[in-house]
C-alpha cells in the first residue's frame, strides 16, 4: 500500500505542465490574411475638379470657338457644338453605350483644336451615376500605348456638368420640331335670340272716367 502512494506521488512530480502551441495557430492565421489581402478588392478614390453650373443670375459672354457638349441620352451619345449644332449622334450598341467611337472622336475633335481643354457634359435626369463616370473618363484622357507601357493622353479635362435639354438638337443649335397639336373642334356659338314681338298699345278703357281724344 505505502509502495503504491510512493509510486502515485512519484508520478504527480513527474508530470509537467501542460504548454500552448502557438506556432501552429501562426501559421493558421498567416495563411488566412494572406489569401484575404490576395483576394481583396480595393477602391480607387479619385477627386477631379467639376466646374459646376453657375447661378442663373449670372452671364458671362462665351468664349469665340467650339463650344463642345456631349449629350447623354437613354439611347445615344451626342457631341454638339453650342452655336452650330449636333456634330455626331452615337447610338447605343447592343452591350450599351458606344464609348469607344465616342473617345474616336474626340479624339479627331482634339486633334482639330488642340488648344481646347474645356468640355460640357448634359446629362437626362436619370442617367446613372456609373454612366456619368464612364462618360467624363472618356472625355478627359485616352490611353495611348508605347512600347510595352500603357499611358493617358488628355483629351479636354476641364469638365462642367448640366442638364440635357428635353428635346434633341437639330443641326443649328436649335430644339428639333415640336409635335404638331391637334386643334380641338370649338362648337358653334348659340343662334342670336329673335328680337321679341312688339306689343301693340291698347286704349285703356276707363271705367268713369272720359276717355282723351
Not at 503504491?4 to 502551441?21: D, G, I, N, V, W
Not at 447623354?72 to 453650342?82: G, P
Not at 452591350?95 to 482639330?112: Q, S
Not at 484622357?141 to 434633341?168: H, K, M, R, W, Y
Request: net charge neutral; hydrophobic share 40%; glycine share 6%.
Amino acid at each position: 500500500m505505502r509502495r503504491s502512494y510512493q509510486t502515485r506521488k512519484l508520478e504527480r512530480h513527474s508530470r509537467k505542465p501542460a504548454e500552448l502551441l502557438l506556432v501552429p495557430m501562426i501559421d493558421i492565421f498567416t495563411v488566412l490574411v494572406t489569401f484575404l489581402l490576395m483576394t481583396a478588392v480595393f477602391s480607387r478614390t479619385v477627386i477631379l475638379q467639376l466646374n459646376l453650373p453657375a447661378s442663373q443670375t449670372e452671364f458671362r459672354e462665351p468664349p469665340p470657338g467650339l463650344q463642345l457638349e456631349v449629350m447623354v441620352r437613354k439611347d445615344l451619345i451626342q457631341v454638339a457644338d453650342r452655336n452650330t449644332g449636333p456634330l455626331a449622334t452615337l447610338p447605343n450598341t447592343p452591350g450599351g453605350y458606344n464609348y469607344d467611337a465616342l473617345t474616336e472622336y474626340l479624339k479627331r475633335v482634339k486633334a482639330k483644336f488642340p488648344e481646347k481643354t474645356d468640355a460640357s457634359i448634359l446629362l437626362e435626369a436619370d442617367t446613372p451615376y456609373d454612366t456619368l463616370v464612364q462618360v467624363m473618363d472618356r472625355v478627359r484622357v485616352f490611353e495611348v500605348s508605347q512600347g510595352l507601357n500603357v499611358v493617358q493622353a488628355e483629351l479636354f479635362p476641364d469638365i462642367s456638368i448640366g442638364d440635357a435639354p428635353a428635346t434633341p438638337q437639330a443641326p443649328g443649335g436649335t430644339p428639333g420640331p415640336a409635335s404638331p397639336v391637334a386643334a380641338s373642334p370649338v362648337a358653334a356659338p348659340p343662334a342670336a335670340a329673335a328680337p321679341a314681338a312688339a306689343t301693340p298699345l291698347h286704349a285703356a278703357a276707363a271705367s268713369g272716367n272720359g276717355a282723351h281724344p
